[in-house]
């Protein structure tokens, strides 16, 4: 069965820290990997976009890293700051169907001054 | 540029009601979706439509249908609302090369059906 899993379900850090975001996932065939940022009360918004050649991309102070052979993804967030407290999402697109994506349930991150 | 436009942003139904939802977007994009967001839930597909004029089913399309009036719009509707559909709605797009490149979403429409 196609799952994308996400760890952990919710993080507190300090303001300034940094933080690792998880995703791991079962789906084949694997086309590729998007992380999106989503403020409460908001539409998710796009950080990156990953296909299977790529290991690692950064957006600023993200970085996501991917791991195709053992179907994982990680969303490393650097000196986090109060605006970084949202929800991160991965999704994983499969096959060649658009309407084949798979979303996370998302990790809740708050950001404590 | 508006982006992905969604209105209503609240709506309140009684069970049994119809309503559309609408969504329009300003980027010249291709595709549109239309997805729903429940608590502990992933976002999950209800329908998309890859171009003008073609609509597929997603993953959860019963009870909802669907119009790709013109390239800016694609709209949902709800023939007759169940309180299993009470959620946010989110309508989303992506330009030419589809799912390989980034999805844009407009902000969201709750509704609550009771």
């Known amino acids: 069965k196609n799952q994308v899993e996400q760890s952990p379900q919710s993080l507190i850090i300090l303001e300034g820290k940094n933080c690792t975001l998880q995703?791991?996932?079962?789906?084949?065939?694997?086309?590729?990997l998007r992380w999106y940022k989503q403020d409460t009360g908001r539409g998710p918004v796009s950080l990156t976009i990953?296909?299977?050649?790529?290991n690692t991309k950064s957006n600023r102070r993200y970085t996501a890293t991917l791991d195709a052979d053992t179907k994982q993804s990680s969303l490393h967030i650097t000196a986090s700051q109060l605006s970084d407290s949202a929800s991160y999402i991965c999704?994983?697109?499969?096959?060649?169907?658009?309407?084949?994506?798979?979303f996370g349930k998302g990790t809740k991150l708050s950001v404590k001054p | 540029n508006a982006g992905v436009t969604q209105t209503p942003k609240f709506q309140v139904l009684k069970t049994g009601q119809s309503m559309t939802l609408q969504c329009a977007q300003d980027?010249?994009?291709?595709?549109m979706y239309w997805y729903r967001q429940d608590p502990g839930m992933g976002l999950r597909l209800i329908y998309y439509?890859?171009?003008?004029?073609?609509?597929d089913k997603g993953e959860v399309p019963n009870g909802y249908n669907v119009s790709r009036l013109n390239k800016r719009e694609f709209s949902l509707r709800l023939e007759s609302a169940a309180p299993s559909q009470t959620s946010v709605y989110f309508c989303?797009?992506?330009?030419?090369?589809?799912?390989?490149?980034?999805?844009?979403f407009g902000q969201g429409t709750r509704l609550t059906v009771v």
């Open positions: 999704v994983v697109h499969y096959g060649g169907s658009q309407g084949n994506l798979i």
């Open positions: 995703c791991n996932y079962t789906v084949s065939p694997f086309s590729n």
């Open positions: 990953m296909t299977f050649s790529e």
């Open positions: 980027m010249n994009h291709n595709s």
């Open positions: 439509s890859a171009s003008e004029g073609t609509t």
């Open positions: 989303a797009s992506n330009p030419p090369g589809g799912v390989g490149t980034e999805a844009f």
